[in-house]
């Protein structure tokens, strides 16, 4: 059964190299795109153009956005009865310590730094995929469904 | 006498004849010429003058005496009037003494007998005193007189009336009580004064006992007295008395002294008693004494030197002080000179002083007494100060002089004044300017910088109050600093000196330093101020202070800009390295030789671009996310550091070993950085064999520690022990060893900022040992 995943960056170099990275570790991965957080926002409220959107599995959600920054898009997510069940990985290149905390407060799952070499930044891809796709439960369910 | 009796017969037909009576027995008649012949007899001997008188007044009958004291014969007297010799009295006291009865007569002896007057042959009178006595005989009564010729005792009874009432006035007039004694102790006489003394009125004392008024002692003096001539009694004078205590009529008692004389009277030796009230002169006694004594006291335990001299500039008296002072015995000085203890200048004091009243000379005090010289028993001198002061006592005026030797003072005055000629001396030759002030705040010297500093001239200032130069900060210190011992006061130097504001003659204000030392001196505590201007000095921190501040704004705003930069510039690196590397995965082979060879480069360039960008945000970050330094254990930053390099450990198969390692302030991230990079280097550059690293750490001066990282690597030359510490400073190719070359930069900034410094000792071929000093607790 394939994964949805919702990747919400900006950077169209890094959506690529996330793609590659995704691709390389798991074929059966539906990678959704958005490139700024009103998009993301619609995508999982299926509104408008993405009212037949699928429930992502997960989020990888990267921290400075247009329009609507990965900071907003969090709280929103968290807020959503429906949407905050939703596994939410922070994927950003933002070390400070304000962005981790407020990050978790907000109820991010995880707090990732992009790597700055090729193969560290495949390596870290490959595992959020393999723990967040083999390892880890995810609810089977949504709750309005 | 049967002769005279026949003469008698005679002459006259007396009465007489009765003794012829022839009808008289013949026993009886021989009896009574037995009786004339002894009455006859005893007349003759009789040492008076003897008449018998018959009742017609004719003297029948006398003694030679009679003819004696009255200058006539026998003959010529007998059958004569009786009053041929005394003229008046005699005939009366006939009468008179025969209605006294015979045994009356009898008893009536001489010294109470009649005074009459007798007159002799020759005309002249002179006082007698008569004794009759009847005398029966055949012719009838007959009288016998015994006459004694009393001039002399008359004489003396004028003389001693004339003298009595000389003598009461006398008495009357005398300022002392004077009372006359009998033998019996009663008082006859008492003047005036002794009513007073005593409080009795006249009548109340006189019949009465001396012992009334003087209880014990009086009687005593009477025998005492009465074995005394007359001449040693009246010899004797008041104040050479005997004393006793009076009794006043009310009971009071005070002390007396009685001088006695004797007084012959004709009642008998009496005493006379000269009473002196001398109740203030005890009272006055007993004070001296008193003060006598305590003066005697005082005297001994004077500090100084007393001694008292008389008007003959004789030394009276003197204490152990003066004794031990001038090297004399107490007997050697006594009745000496005073002269001989001090030479030149006392007795011209004594004059002077003399002359000065007694108020005058009390309110001299020492320190403002006559500086003189004192010659001991040796014959050393030395400088004395005297002090007079004048004594009354029972021997005249007195001068007591205080004498302290002033040998100490003297040479202390005479080092002060070197001294202060010295001081003097450097105050003018003073860089800084030098200021003394007193303890009133008075400016008292100054030296010649002083008036540049100032802008004044000297006498503009001397006397001005301190404050007029220093307006504020002075008095303050001078309190502050009064508290302070003199050995604080002069540790303190210049440069740890109080900063202040001095104001010039113009008005202008310059900051000065201040640095002040006390000086004692006879004027009392004055304080030296050496004051330098640092207007300069001021002006240069004011500079520095800012050169400073720009310098770290500077620094700051350098460290964000690399941080930044380095930051930024990550992002389109990580594209154009991720995307050469993507592209040389996917493509290789698969493109001409060119292409691979091309994109070899690109992802190669892109690499390290990334290494150095990396290295250069680690190196900017020691300063901006340094964090503050606090207590940590170096050991647990080695062992984080070695965790670390666990990979690199065992590659190389490394051997680290470390010696227990002090706390230190750091930051702990960047200490466990510096061992990583140090440790990193020793295992990197290593010389074939077992890499070993061995870390210590010993205490250095201050809290310091150095520590040292030491391998048995390829060593490195000294001419390049300054290059290896700077950014991107290789010593190697590319291709020998990994790395950008910042590993050693990051050190040295980490090491900096920690407060220390980094160095290195080594030789090519003998490994190295890496020295950085960081501060402990």
């Known amino acids: 059964m394939p994964m949805e995943v919702l990747l919400i960056e900006d950077s169209l170099g890094d959506v690529r190299l996330t793609q590659e990275a995704f691709r390389d570790a798991n074929t059966y991965i539906h990678l959704h795109v958005a490139t700024n957080g009103v998009a993301a926002m619609a995508f999982l409220r299926r509104e408008g153009v993405h009212s037949q959107a699928p429930r992502p599995d997960f989020i990888v959600l990267d921290l400075n956005l247009p329009k609507m920054d990965g900071r907003e898009v969090l709280a929103h997510i968290n807020e959503d009865y429906d949407l905050k069940t939703i596994p939410t990985i922070i994927l950003t290149t933002s070390e400070a310590e304000a962005d981790i905390l407020k990050s978790y407060q907000l109820q991010a799952n995880c707090y990732l730094n992009k790597p700055v070499r090729l193969d560290a930044f495949e390596t870290i891809v490959k595992s959020i995929n393999h723990f967040w796709m083999t390892m880890a439960k995810l609810p089977t369910q949504a709750i309005s469904e | ?777």
């Not at chain 2, 045994?103 to 007159?119: M, V, W, Y």
């Not at chain 2, 012719?139 to 004028?158: F, M």
């Not at chain 2, 001994?300 to 004399?328: C, H, R, T």
Request: net charge negative; with cysteine; hydrophobic share 40%.
């Open chain 2, 1 to 777: 006498m049967r002769s005279n009796r026949i003469k008698m017969k005679a002459r006259r037909s007396p009465p007489a004849a009765a003794i012829r009576d022839l009808s008289m027995p013949d026993a009886t008649e021989k009896h009574l010429a037995q009786m004339e012949s002894k009455y006859h007899g005893l007349l003759e001997a009789a040492p008076d003058a003897m008449v018998v008188v018959n009742q017609g007044g004719d003297i029948v009958l006398l003694n030679l005496q009679a003819e004696k004291q009255f200058g006539y014969r026998r003959d010529e007297l007998l059958g004569q009037k009786v009053t041929n010799i005394i003229p008046e009295g005699f005939a009366e006291r006939l009468i008179a003494d025969d209605l006294r009865s015979a045994e009356d007569a009898l008893a009536q002896q001489i010294g109470s007998g009649i005074e009459l007057i007798g007159r002799r042959k020759d005309g002249g009178e002179f006082p007698i005193e008569l004794m009759l006595s009847p005398l029966e005989s055949a012719e009838g009564i007959l009288v016998t007189a015994a006459i004694r010729d009393i001039s002399a005792r008359k004489t003396d009874e004028k003389h001693l009336a004339q003298m009595e009432s000389k003598y009461r006035g006398l008495l009357e007039a005398a300022p002392d009580a004077m009372v006359v004694v009998n033998q019996s102790g009663d008082i006859v006489l008492l003047n005036l004064q002794a009513e007073k003394q005593f409080g009795y009125r006249r009548d109340e004392l006189l019949g009465q006992k001396v012992t009334n008024i003087i209880p014990v002692g009086f009687a005593e003096r009477l025998i005492a007295d009465d074995l005394r001539s007359a001449e040693d009694a009246s010899a004797q004078q008041i104040e050479t008395g005997i004393e006793l205590i009076g009794r006043r009529k009310d009971g009071d008692e005070f002390p007396i002294e009685i001088m006695l004389s004797p007084l012959e009277s004709a009642e008998g030796t009496l005493v006379t008693a000269a009473i002196r009230n001398i109740s203030v002169r005890k009272a006055a006694e007993m004070h001296l004494a008193q003060m006598q004594g305590k003066y005697r006291g005082l005297l001994e335990a004077a500090p100084d030197a007393m001694v008292v001299v008389s008007q003959g500039g004789d030394i009276v008296l003197l204490n152990l002080q003066a004794e031990k002072q001038f090297g004399y015995r107490r007997d050697e000085l006594l009745g000496q000179k005073v002269t001989n203890i001090i030479p030149v200048g006392f007795a011209e004091r004594l004059i002077a002083d003399d002359l000065r009243s007694t108020e005058d000379a009390l309110a001299q005090q020492i320190g403002t007494g006559i500086e003189l010289t004192g010659l001991r028993k040796d014959g050393g001198e030395f400088p004395i100060e005297i002090m007079l002061s004048p004594l009354e006592s029972a021997e005249g005026t007195l001068v007591t002089a205080a004498i302290r030797n002033i040998s100490v003072r003297k040479a202390a005055e005479m080092h002060l004044a070197q001294m202060e000629g010295r001081y003097r001396g450097l105050l003018e030759a003073a860089p800084d300017a030098m200021v003394v002030v007193n303890q009133s705040g008075e400016i008292v010297l100054l030296n010649v910088q002083a008036e540049k500093q100032f802008g004044y001239r000297r006498d503009e200032l001397l006397g001005q109050q301190v404050t007029n130069i220093i307006p504020v900060g002075f008095a303050e210190r001078l309190i502050a600093d009064d508290l302070r011992s003199a050995e604080d006061a002069s540790a303190q130097q210049i440069g740890a000196g109080i900063e202040l504001i001095a104001c010039r003659k113009d008005g202008s204000e310059f900051p000065i330093e201040l640095m002040l030392s006390p000086l004692r001196n006879s004027e009392g505590i004055l304080v030296t101020a050496a004051i330098r201007d640092i207007s300069v000095r001021k002006k240069a921190a004011v500079v520095l202070l800012q050169k400073v501040e720009e310098l770290n704004r500077s620094n700051e705003e350098l460290g964000q800009f690399a941080y930044l930069a380095s930051h930024d510039l990550q992002e389109p690196l990580r594209m154009v390295a991720s995307y050469t590397q993507l592209l040389s995965r996917r493509y290789k082979g698969k493109l001409d030789a060119d292409a691979d060879e091309f994109i070899a480069f690109a992802v190669d360039g892109a690499s390290r671009m990334q290494r150095l960008i990396h290295d250069l945000l680690a190196y900017s970050r020691v300063g901006t996310k340094g964090k503050d330094l606090i207590e940590t254990s170096s050991e647990d930053a080695l062992q984080q550091a070695l965790v670390n390099l666990r990979g690199a450990i065992e590659e190389s198969g490394a051997l680290v070993t470390h010696d227990p390692l002090p706390a230190v302030l750091a930051d702990e991230m960047q200490l466990i950085q510096l061992f990583q990079n140090l440790i990193g280097n020793a295992i990197k550059y290593q010389s074939p064999g077992v890499p070993r690293v061995h870390i210590s750490a010993a205490r250095a001066s201050g809290k310091k520690w150095n520590f040292s990282v030491k391998d048995n690597g390829l060593g490195i030359d000294p001419q390049y022990f300054e290059r290896i510490f700077g950014m991107f400073q290789r010593l190697h190719k590319r291709d020998e060893f990994a790395g950008t070359g910042i590993g050693l930069a990051i050190c040295k900034k980490i090491v900096e900022r920690h407060g220390g410094r980094i160095w290195v000792e080594s030789q090519p071929g003998e490994g190295s040992t890496f020295r950085f000093a960081l501060a402990g607790r």
